[in-house]
Structures are given as C-alpha cells and as structure tokens.
C-alpha cells in the first residue's frame, strides 16, 4: 500500500511556533521540530468535519491522537517528564502529509483532552482535539448594527468582534443583502450559524483552520475534481425520506425606525468613591440606531447627596460610551476627590419597532402525496420584503420536495491515485461517483469526511458523506450555461 510521510505536532510552548517553525497557512516549507514534533509517538490518529445532511450544520472538527507513553512523556502529572508543566489543554495542533512532492494540510485545532494510560502492559496516553467551533462556541460577540450588507459581509464582522484571526478565514462574498444585521450577547457561533441558515449557505472550519463560509450559490459553479470508478473499498447507498420538506413557511416582520427617544435609564443611584470606575450595560427593549453620546446634565448628572441635592458633581464624572446595535456600554469615572452620587444615567437615540408580521409558504402538492406532508419552517428575520421571504421558501422547496440519496464511501491507501485523492479532497469538493454494482454514475459534493490512521499497519481508511449534486443545478446569471439546468436560482 503507498503511504505518505505523515507530520504531527503540538505546540507545547503556545508561543506560536512549532519549535521555532511558524505555522501560518498555508505551510509551504519545514516541519515541527523537538519535542513538538510527536510524529514518531504516534500510534493513530483519526479527525473529522462536515455536516451530515443538507440545511444541517456542521458539527465541531474533532482529532483523536493515541501516543505511545513508555517514560511518561506525555503524563501531566510526571514531574519527571520532558513536557510537565506545558501538557495543557489549548495547545495548537496540526497535522501534515508529505506524499508524491506535495505537503498536505490535513487539520488544525487545538488540544481539548489529556488522557494518560498507565496500564502495566501498554503505557500511552490519549488526546483529544477540537478545532475552532470550540472558540466560536465561547466568544461573546455584541455588534453594532450593520445596515445592507452582504452576508459574507457580515460573517467577516462577526469574526472580527470574536477575535478570530483575519488571516485564518476564507469568506465568500454572499448573495443576500440583510437590511439590518445586530447580535447581543450570543456566541460567535450563534451568529454566524442564523448566517448560514438564513443565506442557505455553508459555514465550518476547514482542514487548513481557517474559518470558512460559502454562499449558496457557491456550489452552483463548481465542476467534477475527479471521477472515482469501483475504486472504493465500500459503499452505502441510502435513499431516505430523511431529508424531505415539502411544505416551507417563514414570516416577515417589517421595522419601522421611531424618532429620537429615551431608550435605557439607570434605576439605582450608585455611590461612587473619590477615583472610583464603573462600568453599566444599557439593554435596548428592541434593535437601536443613532444613539448619541450622553451629555452632561442632560443624560447624566452626579451629586454629593442621593435625592440629586448638595452639591453638583456632574463636572467631575465622565461617562465614555461604546454603542451596539442592542445595548450600550457606559465607563463611568469619578474623577472627583470625594465620593459622589450618579444621579442619572441614561442614553437616548433611535429605536426600531415591529411593524406588520407576514407569513408566506411554498408547497409541493406531488410531494405531499408522495411522501405525506411535511413541514419546515424558516427564520426570517434578515430577509428584505416579502417577496424575497416567498422566494426563499420557493429555494428551499425545490432542494427538499424530492427523496435524494445520500452515500457513504469509504476509500483506503491501496494505490498513489487513491492515496493522492484521500489527501487532496475537501469538504464542498464536487465529484463523479461511478460504481458497477449500484448502476451508479453520478456528480456528489463532499458534506463530512473522517479519517483514521494506523501507524503500524500503515492504514489511512477515509469515509465521505457524500449529497448528490442534482439540487444544485440551479440555472445562475453570469455562471450557469444558458438551458443547462431547469431552474432559476434566487
């Protein structure tokens, strides 16, 4: 069987280097090196990322690595050892491959789990690897408010606000124009996931890390990678009413932008000591615009004396203000040598209201007959108007009224050709998928894939869930052959 020369490492340092080998992608050159280098400990390794069905999202990338542990290497505990004090969660890990010239990029995260294994007969230790949904997973973004702006726009926003790095990250430019775009105090992930559905695109992290986003238009105006013919070791060929929607509703809420108005006061009357700073957080009761920057005496005053009487010390406070789409955060120094009282604190500016809510629907009579009604509802609440609520719904019939195989294939290091496909393939690759038992000659996109190595056998096995590309040949202006598909994308 061909096997490449496989490249594993963690930073144990954190420091951003492998041992002095940066690992900025793309890697193009060297390899980690000292005892960031756990190649040759590696007994196997397995990772996987995608999603496993079509308007699902993508799950976590994961990484199991299994080391060999005779000296306690790799055991935190061991004072002894060559890593104590540096074997920690949250150390960088990737995974490379060396085969036929080319330096793959297999996958990149960060360690999640330490596990040593002391057992009298085989001593390792196993650790466990998540890539960057973990991090989106727990950064809190609050945003301003984003008006008309693309998607991929927005996605781009969301990283920023999270901290994600603007090297690590592949953004498509989207398709929908969202006329008012604000999160509060949710996670990155939550944001950029009511993205993702709301575009009907694709958001994950890839096998280089780097955050990526596909628009849904994306995988209209890709063409087969290549062509695989009865050179899978096994195939599942599973044709299910799993994935059928044939009744799509979704409502549209129209926002009617108010006049400038009080929108958050502060209801206590705190006591700040001489030099004291404080911070608040002014929750909007809706979405915000304008805010202005509060003024002294009109939105904030400061007294010796609780009731507002004694002397004023509105002079002697000042109040820095930070605006977001749905709060406001206010620094409040007393720059005052005695203590005063905040007397009143509020922020006046634009508010959004909810005008009329409409429902639309989209359903496929010939569907429902076929496989019984079934239904999925749409989050809305980025849309323009109604009409492109109705077109929504519409997209999103076409893609699910029908039943579309999904496969399962799995494909193992028995040849350089196969072996160079296992590498080089990524989620959203769209390939042909020929098989002689199934009558099978078809165009499928890659959704998940998961991988598992075995050092002593020298097995790479790679499994592939695959969506047929048949919903998404829609016909695109400026990207589809004129009559060569049947239906006009929105």
């Known amino acids: 069987m ?12 954190n420091d951003g280097s492998f041992e002095g080998f940066t690992y900025d992608f793309p890697i193009i050159f060297g390899a980690p090196s000292g005892d960031d280098n756990i190649t040759d400990d590696v007994m196997r390794l397995s990772w996987s990322r995608g999603r496993d069905a079509e308007l699902e999202r993508a799950t976590a990338g994961t990484c199991e690595i299994t080391l060999k542990n005779p000296d306690g290497k790799y055991s935190p505990s061991n004072s002894g050892g060559d890593l104590y004090g540096k074997l920690l969660p949250g150390r960088p890990v990737i995974i490379m491959a060396y ?16 596990v040593p294994s002391p057992r009298w007969d085989a001593q390792t230790c196993y650790i466990y690897c998540v890539d960057g949904f973990d ?57 950029l996931q009511e993205i993702e559905e709301s575009e009907c695109g694709f958001f994950y992290i890839d096998h280089r890390g780097y955050a990526r986003f596909e628009d849904r238009h994306y995988r209209m105006g890709l063409s087969s990678s290549e062509t695989i013919t009865d050179e899978m070791c096994d195939i599942n060929y599973d044709l299910s009413s799993r994935g059928i929607y044939n009744s799509i509703r979704a409502s549209y809420t129209e926002k009617t932008l108010g006049v400038e108005a009080e929108m958050w006061r502060l209801s206590e009357v705190p006591l700040l000591a001489a030099g004291e700073t404080r911070t608040w957080w002014g929750d909007y009761q809706g979405l915000a ?6 003024i002294a005496t009109t939105d904030y005053t400061a007294n010796t ?21 749905g709060s406001t955060k206010l620094v409040v120094e007393n ?43 749409l989050d809305a609440q980025f849309m323009e108007s109604v009409d492109q609520c109705q077109q929504y719904c519409d997209y999103v019939l076409a893609k699910t009224k029908d039943a579309w195989a999904d496969i399962d294939m799995t494909l193992k290091n028995r040849s350089d050709t196969v072996l160079t496909t296992i590498l080089n393939r990524a989620i959203s690759d769209r390939i042909t998928v020929q098989n002689t038992e199934l009558g099978l000659d078809e165009d499928f996109f890659i959704n998940a894939m998961a991988h598992s190595v075995d050092m002593k056998t020298r097995l790479h096995t790679c499994r592939w869930s695959l969506r ?13 052959e004129l009559d060569s598909t049947t239906k006009l994308a929105y």
Do not use: C
């Open 335 to 377: 720059t005052a040598g005695v203590a005063v009282y905040l007397t009143l604190l509020k922020v006046r500016g634009d508010l959004y209201s909810d005008g009329d809510k409409t429902s639309v629907k989209a359903e496929n009579t010939t569907s429902q007959t076929a496989y019984q009604k079934r239904d999925r509802t």
């Open 135 to 191: 991090f989106l997973s727990r950064a809190e973004v609050t945003t301003e408010l984003a008006t008309d702006e693309l998607t991929g726009t927005l996605v781009g926003n969301i990283l920023d606000d999270a901290g994600w790095d603007a090297s690590l990250r592949d953004i498509e430019a989207g398709i929908d124009t969202v006329p008012l775009g604000y999160w509060s105090q949710v996670s990155a992930l939550y944001a």
């Open 99 to 114: 085969f036929g010239g080319t330096l793959y990029s297999l996958w990149r995260g960060k360690t999640e789990r330490i």
């Open 289 to 294: 615009t304008n805010q202005i920057d509060p």
């Open 2 to 13: 061909s096997w490449p020369e496989y490249i594993v490492g963690i930073d144990w340092d």
């Open 468 to 480: 047929t590309a048949t919903p998404e040949l829609f016909w695109v202006l400026d990207l589809s």
């Open 305 to 325: 004396l609780a009731n507002g009487t004694g002397t004023d010390m509105t002079a002697s406070v000042t109040v820095t203000p930070s605006h977001f789409a």
